[in-house]
Nanobody
Framework: QVQLVESGGGLVQPGGSLKLSCVAS????????MGWYRQAPGKQRELVAR???????NYADSLKGRFTISRGNAKNTVYLQMNSLEPEDTAVYYC??????????WGKGTLVTVSS
């Protein structure tokens, strides 16, 4: 089992920045990929970005250049730096961990609201 706890969400004005954090605990040695997904009201959950244990990343095409995913030195932490935020980025952001045996784990989410 892997437990994930997100933090860093909140209210930010358009054009502002936020950095989300996610800390994994439990069987962290089994984690292959960590990532961020988001779900806006009335929409399906979508990939934001993910990073493998080797440091390979991929992003949703629409977010490249504004969002950056990274992992901490301890490898059980993943960050999402979000810049130039737009009202359309308002969503609940979920941390995800995928293990080598293709199990998926989710955090409870952190709300990001972009509004003036």
């Amino acid at each position: 089992q892997v437990q994930l706890v997100e933090s860093g969400g909140g209210l930010v004005q358009p054009g502002g920045s936020l950095k989300l954090s996610c800390v994994a605990s439990g069987m962290i040695f089994s984690i292959y990929t960590m990532g961020w997904y988001r779900q806006a009201p009335g929409k399906q959950r979508e990939l934001v970005a993910r990073i493998t244990s080797a440091g390979n990343t991929n992003y949703a095409d629409s977010l490249k250049g504004r969002f950056t995913i990274s992992r901490g030195n301890a490898k059980n932490t993943v960050y999402l730096q979000m810049n130039s935020l737009e009202p359309e980025d308002t969503a609940v952001y979920y941390c995800n961990a995928q293990t080598g045996d293709n199990m998926n784990y989710w955090g409870k989410g952190t709300l990001v609201t972009v509004s003036s």
